[in-house]
């Protein structure tokens, strides 16, 4: 008998996996929920074993036309082959020389395929990754710290090594620490400009952004000409509530100097080109000053930058602001007070911990309202993808499409272009022309050879005649209770009808009923309750 609610075990892995799958709800329950999350939040270091084993014998295609020298570029020879992925775990210093050879020796593709791996490493990890909750707070602080691909062609090619080496070490670890490793990443030095940013004129994207979206939030903002009301007590020394322009003006001459190896000048005469992160003090203006009330001029070099990172993320305007994005990726636009207050107490408790980021997710997970209703996320378009791929025990093998293929309805790999991040409220989510694009999408990607699954061979035989049994069998398998009365007619009908799955059994051909089991795996995707998390 289909459940008329999800049970708490489905709505809990729903809100922190890519879907929750029937193996997922038997773990749980067989290993109780504390312990599930006990183990999510001790993965390997590095991907998991299966992870790297699925990846290493896929192959794409790449191909592109011969290039014949021209002046002094040697070209390159035509290539139309199926390789297997040699870019998405890469070193910074081996991006940066791609890079800088492109269009002389290098074809564009070469780097164009550095996106290609990454996106199709991203779908598989997602869809097969053991460890969902690792998965699920990369995608988290991927966006939170996001670099757009579009903006620069090194910032771009190295997003490979953004993820691998930046974010997903760092999802469980130290706020502080985190901050620090994207401040001196590479993809981030590039994105916001701060590589650029010099002694004679400091560049402030990066200070802005820093401020406003990766820490303090923009409600900490209070403008220009201003004095920031009150102050508080952060890691022992009285700083202001928030910030002004002010403080963005002092905080971009500290952070002048954090740059890259990529051949400017220092005082030891031109870097090498590497992509490497460097402090290189002929870009430094040394004239900061007076920061949130704290004055930098005591300090010198590095140190500047670094103690307002230690500012900001001890800040409580910084717990506030991302415990509350985190919890409303989990739960939606009106996370419940006492899942933001576990989140916070943790946050601030735990802040200058190795692990305080462990905790506060922790924190999060083990509260009773983790598995509790009313379930409003709604899922965006990428999370719908993922989750009909693990409800219908689908094989996501390297899909050559994956960085771009959701682009057209906004939500493509690593493509959102602005550095906010996607948008994260459920009306962001609601356009009904971006849902019809979605839901044909959805038909087609699943007849792309990347993506194996039978449906056929995992509807149990003695349904073939059951318009009901067959419907409720997946919409237990997909959304694990019954749809609203409608939905639940309109499926049964849909097959009953002559291009439904019933007639599809009747007829016998196998092609026929794969045929109509995915689009009827696909029609119980595009309902409201499967599109909630």
Same mark, same amino acid.
Request: net charge neutral.
């Given at each position: 008998?289909?459940?008329?609610?999800?049970?708490?075990?489905?709505?809990?892995?729903?809100?922190?996996?890519?879907?929750?799958?029937?193996?997922?709800?038997?773990?749980?329950?067989?290993?109780?929920?504390?312990?599930?999350?006990?183990?999510?939040?001790?993965?390997?270091?590095?991907?998991?074993?299966?992870?790297?084993?699925?990846?290493? $014998?896929?192959?794409?295609?790449?191909?592109?036309?011969?290039?014949?020298?021209?002046?002094?570029?040697?070209?390159?020879?035509?290539?139309?082959?199926?390789?297997?992925?040699?870019?998405?775990?890469?070193?910074?210093?081996?991006?940066?020389?791609?890079?800088?050879?492109?269009?002389?020796?290098?074809?564009?593709?070469?780097?164009?395929?550095?996106?290609?791996?990454?996106?199709?490493?991203?779908?598989?990890?997602?869809?097969?990754?053991?460890?969902?909750?690792?998965?699920?707070?990369?995608?988290?602080?991927?966006?939170?710290?996001?670099?757009?691909?579009?903006?620069?062609?090194?910032?771009?090619?190295?997003?490979?090594?953004?993820?691998?080496?930046?974010?997903?070490?760092?999802?469980?670890?130290?706020?502080?620490?985190?901050?620090?490793?994207?401040?001196?990443?590479?993809?981030?030095?590039?994105?916001?400009?701060?590589?650029?940013?010099?002694?004679?004129?400091?560049? !402030?994207?990066?200070?802005?952004?820093?401020?406003?979206?990766?820490?303090?939030?923009?409600?900490?903002?209070?403008?220009?000409?201003?004095?920031?009301?009150?102050?508080?007590?952060?890691?022992?020394?009285?700083?202001?509530?928030?910030?002004?322009?002010?403080?963005?003006?002092?905080?971009?001459?500290?952070?002048?100097?954090?740059?890259?190896?990529?051949?400017?000048?220092?005082?030891?005469? $031109?870097?090498?080109?590497?992509?490497?992160?460097?402090?290189?003090?002929?870009?430094?203006?040394?004239?900061?000053?007076?920061?949130?009330?704290?004055?930098?001029?005591?300090?010198?070099?590095?140190?500047?930058?670094?103690?307002?990172?230690?500012?900001?993320?001890?800040?409580?305007?910084?717990?506030?602001?991302?415990?509350?994005?985190?919890?409303?990726?989990?739960?939606?636009?009106?996370?419940?007070?006492?899942?933001?207050?576990?989140?916070?107490?943790?946050?601030? !408790?735990?802040?200058?911990?190795?692990?305080?980021?462990?905790?506060?997710?922790?924190?999060?997970?083990?509260?009773?309202?983790?598995?509790?209703?009313?379930?409003?996320?709604?899922?965006?378009?990428?999370?719908?993808?993922?989750?009909?791929?693990?409800?219908?025990?689908?094989?996501?093998?390297?899909?050559?499409?994956?960085?771009?293929?959701?682009?057209?309805?906004?939500?493509?790999?690593?493509?959102?272009?602005?550095?906010?991040?996607?948008?994260?409220?459920?009306?962001?989510?609601?356009?009904?022309?971006?849902?019809?694009?979605?839901?044909?999408?959805?038909?087609?990607?699943?007849?792309?050879?990347?993506?194996?699954?039978?449906?056929?061979?995992?509807?149990?035989?003695?349904?073939?005649?059951?318009? !009901?049994?067959?419907?409720?069998?997946?919409?237990?398998?997909?959304?694990?209770?019954?749809?609203?009365? !409608?939905?639940?007619?309109?499926?049964?009908?849909?097959?009953?009808? $002559?291009?439904?799955?019933?007639?599809?059994?009747?007829?016998?051909?196998?092609?026929?009923?794969?045929?109509?089991?995915?689009?009827?795996?696909?029609?119980?995707?595009?309902?409201?309750?499967?599109?909630?998390?």
């Amino acid at each position: 008998m289909l459940p008329t609610k999800q049970p708490f075990e489905r709505i809990a892995l729903n809100r922190v996996t890519f879907g929750a799958r029937p193996e997922d709800i038997d773990a749980v329950r067989r290993m109780g929920w504390q312990a599930w999350v006990a183990d999510q939040l001790a993965p390997p270091l590095d991907d998991e074993p299966a992870i790297l084993e699925r990846i290493a $014998p896929q192959t794409m295609r790449i191909k592109y036309a011969v290039q014949l020298p021209a002046g002094d570029s040697p070209g390159w020879p035509a290539i139309d082959e199926r390789r297997k992925f040699n870019y998405w775990r890469t070193d910074i210093t081996s991006i940066w020389r791609m890079v800088v050879r492109t269009e002389y020796d290098i074809a564009p593709n070469e780097r164009a395929r550095i996106q290609t791996e990454l996106g199709a490493a991203t779908w598989i990890r997602n869809a097969h990754a053991d460890y969902q909750v690792r998965e699920f707070t990369t995608d988290f602080w991927n966006s939170h710290f996001n670099v757009g691909r579009q903006e620069d062609v090194y910032a771009s090619a190295a997003l490979a090594v953004y993820d691998r080496q930046v974010v997903r070490p760092n999802v469980f670890g130290n706020f502080r620490v985190f901050l620090e490793a994207v401040a001196t990443s590479a993809a981030m030095l590039r994105y916001l400009n701060n590589a650029e940013s010099g002694a004679t004129a400091p560049t !402030e994207n990066y200070v802005r952004e820093l401020l406003e979206l990766h820490t303090l939030g923009a409600p900490a903002y209070f403008g220009v000409g201003v004095t920031a009301p009150g102050t508080v007590n952060v890691a022992g020394a009285t700083v202001a509530t928030g910030f002004t322009d002010a403080d963005i003006v002092q905080a971009a001459r500290a952070f002048s100097g954090w740059t890259i190896e990529h051949g400017q000048a220092s005082a030891n005469g $031109p870097l090498p080109f590497t992509g490497k992160f460097i402090f290189n003090p002929v870009q430094h203006n040394s004239a900061a000053n007076m920061f949130m009330g704290v004055d930098l001029s005591r300090l010198q070099g590095m140190a500047q930058g670094r103690k307002i990172l230690d500012i900001v993320a001890a800040h409580p305007a910084t717990a506030n602001f991302v415990c509350g994005k985190l919890c409303r990726r989990i739960y939606g636009d009106h996370p419940p007070s006492a899942a933001f207050n576990r989140a916070l107490a943790a946050w601030t !408790e735990h802040h200058d911990k190795s692990d305080q980021l462990k905790r506060v997710v922790s924190a999060i997970l083990l509260g009773e309202d983790i598995g509790a209703g009313p379930v409003v996320k709604v899922r965006r378009p990428y999370e719908r993808m993922m989750a009909l791929f693990r409800t219908t025990g689908t094989i996501v093998n390297a899909y050559d499409g994956a960085a771009d293929s959701l682009q057209s309805v906004g939500d493509g790999a690593y493509a959102w272009p602005t550095p906010e991040g996607r948008p994260d409220r459920n009306a962001d989510q609601l356009s009904a022309a971006a849902n019809l694009r979605f839901w044909n999408l959805m038909f087609q990607t699943l007849d792309h050879p990347a993506f194996q699954t039978s449906f056929a061979s995992q509807t149990p035989r003695e349904l073939a005649a059951n318009p !009901e049994g067959i419907v409720a069998y997946w919409v237990e398998r997909m959304v694990g209770a019954q749809l609203r009365p !409608e939905g639940m007619q309109a499926l049964v009908s849909d097959a009953l009808a $002559p291009i439904g799955i019933i007639a599809a059994y009747r007829s016998g051909g196998i092609l026929n009923i794969e045929g109509a089991s995915r689009r009827l795996a696909v029609l119980i995707a595009t309902s409201p309750e499967f599109a909630l998390r």
